[in-house]
């Protein structure tokens, strides 16, 4: 069965439910998530994405992006992300920002941010992430500015909005 999100308008109210396939069809406004994960020594852990991703296959992402399944609140949905997406059980997280952003055509978004970090040793899970990169301010800036590898295009631009550059992130709180 096809996973079910909650549909909201610009301002994050709830006004119906449709499936993942359904808001990317229509361009209605759904939730998600996004968390920074960063490790002890202060470097960002960025995910490669699968090659099994219809969007950005093989690109590098931040550390956990998600969908807000149907009723599930932001902080859920990143504590599944974490869990689902790099076996890391619990982390702190701490809210940095609430946004709403054109993903892409047809996927319009309002998510949050959050900050964690971790020591252990993350697990990904090998479906969702072929391996992960740790990254300091150096490397960040320059595949912020498209040198290198490249970045989701939500991934560059909510790093772009991290390193106060200008971005197509729309502050809601």
Known sequence: MEETVDVVDRDD????TATRREVHKSGAWHR???VLVFNPRGKLLLQRRSAKKDKSPRALDLSV???AKEGESFEEAAARGLREELGIEAAPLSRVLKFRMA????DNMVSVLYRSEFGGTPRPDAYEVEGLVAVGAARLRSLVEGRGEELAPWARELLRWYLRLPSAVEEIE
Do not use: F, L, R
């Open 32 to 34: 998600g998530i996004h």
């Open 13 to 16: 109210a709830k006004i119906g």
């Open 65 to 67: 992006s998600e969908h």
């Open 103 to 106: 993903y892409g055509p047809g």
